[in-house]
């Protein structure tokens, strides 16, 4: 359930002090980049962090990161529980997100963190992480059409909702790529609410990444997070150059992530993921592939999904080009997000002929992604492959990897052994183990056993350990 308002999390957070100094980022497109690239220059420069994000991709908490590492569940789920029991005690009726934005609010304040790196989930007025009390700076990236049922059907009102989380005083960073009646809007409102805006320049960015491989969106994105670092972190102003290091070792799942599927399709070549969901961020991914992937104007191979009422004729219309294969899929059930529905593969492979895809070259897969990932696979051969259209499909296909890294594949087996019944000797006294009458005199021998064993297990996260007597 959709419900926008702060008077539910309000009440769940109001127990959680948030000591914690606020980075909030809100926008379309490129949000997620910007609070990967900052908490790469908080890391850079010693700071203790933690951020929120959202969707999740695989498991639902690891949306939320500490010092670069997702939260376990178990520090997950002891939170959630402290918010589950508030909303009920208190009789709040809060949403899904917006439990969730309070539970990542109580592990940011568990784990003492000195700053929050907070992603606007949709809009930014009445989005329930606006219930942030102590916000260094906010920023706004590049804003286009999406999600217009909950945010207006312009670009100037969508504007408005994105530029509610600003605040008195507060300094705001705004992508200057934005279009003028985006930053108009933006200004008027800062003007009233009384925040000073901050339009970074790309020259000294771009001046600084020049010979790496940066995009202009991610330029532009780069611009905005360094600009933001410093105001939230003015003792530690230095040149983008030295945060250089930290953002290149950064990964950020299913933006431009290449894969290898061959475990989960017996593809040799790797495929591109991306998590394209609105006509913005398709551009983008557009403009990647015409430059990497079709050298002289060769076809490609898309395995396709999207969310119910999304612009997909305006997202297939950047992607597609004719002679185009297309395998169309749904995406799997979405944990904590019941009302994310996926679009129909037939009404998503009707529109894809209409952008030129070959008649011949497509797959409905229903709800089997990894059907979609063979078919896929051995209808493109060697040509290029690109899985895209949805950060829910993002999610079902890195959980199918997983799952086939997780899934045991073979036996590592340890004969003729004893049994260790444990002790305070850690085996070394005889006395300490099942042994058989003829064994005697050999548990030092066994101990060797076991650990070459381990050796081997822990060089195979596909095998499984078994010592038989």
């Known amino acids: ?18 000591t914690w100094k606020a980075i909030h980022v809100a926008g379309t497109n490129g949000k997620g980049s910007i609070c990967a690239y900052i908490s790469a220059m908080l890391t850079s420069s010693g700071l203790s962090w933690a951020r929120f994000t959202s969707p999740h991709l695989v498991d639902r908490w690891d949306c939320i990161a500490v010092n670069g590492q997702p939260v376990s ?27 969730l934005t309070a539970t990542a609010f109580e592990i940011f304040h568990r784990q003492k963190v000195e700053f929050g790196v907070v992603e606007v989930g949709l809009g930014g007025k009445l989005d329930a992480t606006n219930v942030l009390r102590q916000k260094a700076v906010t920023v706004i990236s590049k804003i286009g059409l999406d999600h217009q049922f909950f945010l207006g059907n312009t670009i100037g009102e969508i504007a ?29 409102h800062a003007r009233e609410v009384g925040a000073q805006l901050h339009t970074p320049s790309t020259t000294s960015t771009a001046e600084a990444v020049s010979g790496e491989d940066f995009a202009p969106h991610q330029i532009q994105n780069l611009a905005c997070a360094h600009m933001a670092f410093r105001l939230a972190c003015p003792e530690q102003d230095r040149p983008l150059t030295q945060f250089l290091p930290a953002i290149k070792a950064m990964e950020w799942p299913g933006r431009l992530q290449k894969l290898d599927l061959q475990k989960i399709a017996g593809r040799q070549k790797e495929v591109l993921l991306d998590g394209a969901h609105n006509p913005q961020s398709a551009e983008v991914l557009a403009r990647h ?36 294969q297309v395998a169309a899929v749904r995406f799997g059930p979405v944990d904590g997000m019941p009302w994310v529905k996926p679009a129909d593969p037939a009404e998503l492979l009707q529109l894809a002929a209409r952008h030129g895809a070959r008649e011949s070259g497509m797959h409905n897969a229903g709800d089997d992604v990894r059907s979609a990932l063979t078919w896929a696979s051995q209808a493109a051969g060697d040509k290029p492959l690109v899985i895209a259209g949805s950060l829910y499909l993002v999610s079902s296909v890195l959980r ?70």
């Open 289 to 324: 592939v015409e430059k990497h992937l079709r050298a002289g104007g060769q076809p490609v191979t898309w395995v396709l999904a999207a969310t119910q009422g999304k612009d997909m004729d305006g997202i297939f219309g950047l992607l597609l080009r004719p002679g185009d």
């Open 73 to 99: 569940e178990a520090v997950f789920r002891d939170a959630e529980d402290v918010v589950k029991r508030r909303d009920r005690e208190d009789r709040v009726g809060a949403t899904e997100f917006e439990l």
């Open 400 to 469: 199918l990897l997983r799952e086939s890294i997780m899934t045991p594949d073979h036996l590592v087996v340890v004969c003729g052994h004893a049994i260790w019944l444990g002790g305070p000797k850690n085996g070394w006294d005889e006395a300490e183990w099942l042994i058989e009458s003829y064994k005697h005199g050999e548990t030092p021998t066994f101990i060797e056993h076991i650990k070459a064993g381990v050796q081997v297990l822990s060089q195979d996260a596909r095998a499984v350990l078994v010592f038989s007597g």
């Open 160 to 188: 408005l909702q994105k530029a509610g989380i600003l605040r008195p005083g507060v300094p705001c960073v705004v992508d200057g790529s934005n279009q003028p009646s985006v930053l108009k809007a933006i200004e008027a």
């Open 1 to 18: 359930m959709i419900d926008l308002g702060l008077a539910r999390v309000a009440r769940l957070v109001q127990h959680t002090p948030q």
